[in-house]
């Protein structure tokens, strides 16, 4: 999340994901490489706080 703040325009427009496994990551990815930098940078920082509650979420519940 601190990423999508503190990076440089350049270094967001740069930024690419590779080896798409599955049909949401493929998805994910087409919308980040044809975005600009604002939507990347509320997409970066979406996924790191969906990311973040959901390994919270598994480690309050112990289901690990």
Same mark, same amino acid.
């Given at each position: 999340?601190?990423?999508?703040?503190?990076?440089?325009?350049?270094?967001?427009?740069?930024? =690419?994901?590779?080896?798409?496994?599955?049909? !949401?990551?493929?998805?994910?990815?087409?919308?980040?490489?044809?975005?600009?930098?604002?939507?990347?940078?509320?997409?970066?920082? =979406?996924?790191? !706080?969906? !990311?973040?509650?959901?390994?919270?979420?598994?480690?309050?519940?112990?289901?690990?």
């Amino acid at each position: 999340m601190a990423s999508s703040i503190f990076s440089k325009k350049k270094d967001i427009e740069n930024l =690419s994901f590779f080896g798409v496994a599955d049909l !949401l990551g493929l998805v994910v990815n087409l919308v980040f490489s044809f975005s600009t930098v604002k939507i990347k940078r509320v997409l970066l920082f =979406s996924l790191g !706080l969906l !990311l973040a509650g959901f390994f919270l979420y598994i480690l309050i519940t112990g289901k690990y």
